[in-house]
């Protein structure tokens, strides 16, 4: 039987009154003796810090509200949820001694993950011990990777909606440069989706720097691409949002600039204006963004949310604030679905459903063409732009429309840079 996120909202909703609580409508049962452990393997120092510990926030405020409605009924028993976190500051070895222990000492009946290298270093164990997996980064499936899901973010795909929204907008742009690091992770697979998806829209890159992570001085690259005179600055999946802005403002480029993501935009503002900043493209929202009230949105009341982590985490939104909770909720569905916590069982509910409640909405399992498995939720994204100082969501796209009708495109982007395909 399919278990939706609007069934668990109306059980939520009446139970929330009963319970006298008015936080985040999730799920309403009876008091609980039993725990469900969530394991969290990310990293919440270091570099990548912004990418791991927000989602950590995010997570313990829905598991907060879950607990408070009494749990969450999952094959006839109450369950509360507990989050079980390891630090592995994005290194390989302590990635996987942190997803180890939480399978094998804390008992975590599933593990969510950033991405990337540490992934592909625990999936081999992982896949021996049936270990329920998941990662932001739809690159790290792999035909061998049964047990591992990105049910939330499908990076990088859905970047051509920017671009398409971007180019259905500012139909005199025509020409753009690409600047951003020079990883496989993230780099190389977001320009060559950025490639794709400006060809697409009869945009030529005239310029691209993929530079190394030792730069400490931007000013020389950005000089050299804007010489180029591009209508778009493209910074990709860039780790360097802010030093990048900085010397786009100080150069004085007047033409559009579009990111993957813009985290932290207030202190670009801070260090540049307000009217340099307005008009940034890129793909993630704030969740008190009207927009998230319309129909066909799968998270429950995003305002609210956004409300109650800005109260308690007032610095420290980013782009994963929402999508670990999210994917916990996803698990959560098929568990309920399923009637168990078994990963098996799980997964095979979750993919048993064609269409799955994406968490923007129209989800459908895709991966197999690009990377051996259908193994990914792929579904409508927002575009954002910054406006007032704010990031306002100006509409939602299907990334699914777009691969369907060109995917051949992408593939051949990804090959140019020597990523992995099965095509």
Known sequence: MKVSRRDILRATAAGAVAAGTSSLPMSIFAASNRTIKVGMNIPMTGDYAPWGLPGLYGCQIVADDINAAGGVDIGGQKHKIEIVSYDHAYDIEKAVQGYKKMVSEDDAEMVMMLGGATVGAVMPWGERKDVFTTTLLCSDITPETEHLVATCESHPLYVVTGVEWLAKNHPGAKTAVIVTNNDVEYGLQAAATFQAAFEVAGIEVVDMNLHGFDVTDFAPIVSSVLAKNPDIFCMATSFYTTPLMEQLYHQGFKGKVISTTLDYHEEIIAKTSEDFVNGTIHQFPSFDDPKLNDKGINFPDPGGFDKEYRKRHPNDWSAVSWEYPAIMLNWLEGAKAAGS??????????????????????????????????????????????????????????VSDWLDKHSDVLIKYMKSHGLRTVS
Not at 362 to 385: S, Y
């Open 341 to 398: 916590t078994d990963s098996n069982k799980v997964l095979k509910a979750l993919l048993g459903n064609p269409n799955p409640e994406f968490v923007f909405g129209g989800g459908k399992w895709w991966g197999k063409e690009l990377w051996g498995r259908d193994n990914v939720v792929i579904g409508r994204w927002p575009v954002v732009v910054i406006e007032g100082g704010k990031t306002r969501i100006k509409e939602f796209a299907s």
